[in-house]
């Protein structure tokens, strides 16, 4: 079973810059698309960036060019790098991974969220 662990949230000024990484650990056949989602308080969960094994990545449209997705498949870890972070980009960000298990099957794996938030 796989687990996904988010860490790099916290308290930025507009204008300012955040990493957050998603680190994957447990057993499966593979890893696949690997993405990052956030929710505001009463909104929805929305995608943010994704990106694929291959690195092929997709952003949401209020995000391209400030911010930018990466990962090291060796250690089935995704990076969100946030520059230009304004206070509309404040929200909980959670870390998605889609998982082929060891059973054969394509499972949706979703970390506990960590919290960005944007204010002077």
């Known amino acids: 079973q796989v687990q996904v662990v988010e860490s790099g949230g916290g308290l930025v000024q507009p204008g300012g810059s955040l990493r957050l990484t998603c680190a994957a650990s447990g057993i499966a056949r593979s890893i696949n698309d690997m993405g990052w989602y956030r929710q505001a308080p009463g909104k929805q969960r929305d995608l943010v960036a994704a990106?694929?094994?291959?690195?092929?990545?997709n952003f949401a449209d209020s995000v391209k060019g400030r911010f930018t997705i990466s990962r090291d498949n060796a250690k089935n870890t995704v990076y969100l790098q946030m520059n230009s972070l304004k206070p509309e980009d404040t929200a909980v960000y959670y870390c998605n991974a889609v998982v082929l298990t060891t059973r054969g099957y394509n499972s949706n794996v979703w970390g506990q969220g960590t919290q960005v938030t944007v204010s002077s």
């Open positions: 990106i694929t094994s291959g690195g092929t990545t």
